[in-house]
């Protein structure tokens, strides 16, 4: 299992009902540093800062790093889906010797941005399959909502957007998937058929009902391509507070 800590730059501060939860760095990075050392949990996704603060603390040792591309598409700004690559670059990952990349891709068919945004995704996974380094493409079609990007979890959107980023670049060879758990989970068997590509799942927003997230992740995980999760405010901020027996209770769903 893979602990994400790449929102904060999104404008993604709040969880539930407490404000700016992720904007206190000090506390963000304490509750990594347990998230990490617990059993089963095998690496940190995360911007630069992140990665960076992690590093000095020695929290990185024999862990996956997976750096953050894509930082350009802020939350409610009207360039937000002209999703520019401001964080990572294939060369930085090379560089740092890190293990992987990942890069969000939305589309809205409504929106020309997509299409920008959908040309640097594929270069960058060019860039990344050149130097043999995984890229984790974390797809969604999303539409708007009196101004407000929603992403849609139907079960024929998580399709779409399946086929969509399995067919980027000049090769997928390195390509991971990192989707979404559909509105019907019934439905996760359907549309991971979608492609034969590996896939993680992400935490997503579960609001209250921790326990029945879990129940969605348990039963997604049998699926054949899917080979763990990604999650990150969902067990870095769970309801009752309590950060270990979140992971270890996600780490035992593995």
Not at 98 to 108: E, T
Request: aromatic share 4%.
């Amino acid at each position: 299992m893979i602990i994400a800590a790449d929102h904060p730059a999104r404008g993604a501060l709040a969880v539930g009902d407490r404000p700016l939860a992720m904007a206190n760095r000090l506390d963000l990075l304490e509750r990594l540093c347990l998230a990490l050392s617990r059993p089963g949990v095998d690496g940190v996704l995360a911007t630069a800062d992140i990665l960076d603060d992690l590093l000095l603390l020695g929290a990185l040792e024999d862990k996956v790093v997976m750096g953050s591309m894509n930082r350009g598409g802020l939350s409610g700004a009207a360039f937000e889906l002209d999703d520019r690559f401001t964080g990572h670059r294939a060369q930085d990952l090379d560089r740092l010797g890190f293990d992987a990349g990942k890069l969000l891709l939305r589309i809205d068919y409504q929106d020309p941005a997509s299409l920008d945004t959908l040309h640097a995704t594929a270069r960058a996974v060019d860039e990344m399959a050149e130097r043999q380094l995984p890229v984790f493409v974390e797809p969604f079609i999303c539409y708007r909502v009196d101004g407000i990007l929603r992403n849609d979890l139907s079960a024929e959107a998580v399709t779409r957007s399946i086929a969509i980023a399995s067919g980027l670049a000049g090769t997928s060879a390195y390509t991971w998937l990192k989707v979404p758990v559909t509105d019907d989970p019934d439905d996760m068997a359907a549309v991971m058929e979608t492609s034969t590509l590996p896939a993680v799942l992400l935490g997503g927003e579960i609001g209250d009902d921790q326990d029945g997230a879990y129940e969605k992740w348990r039963g997604a995980l049998q699926l054949p391509t899917v080979q763990g999760l990604v999650v990150g405010r969902s067990l870095l901020y769970p309801v009752d507070g309590d950060v270990a027996g979140a992971v270890d209770t996600a780490v035992g769903l593995l």
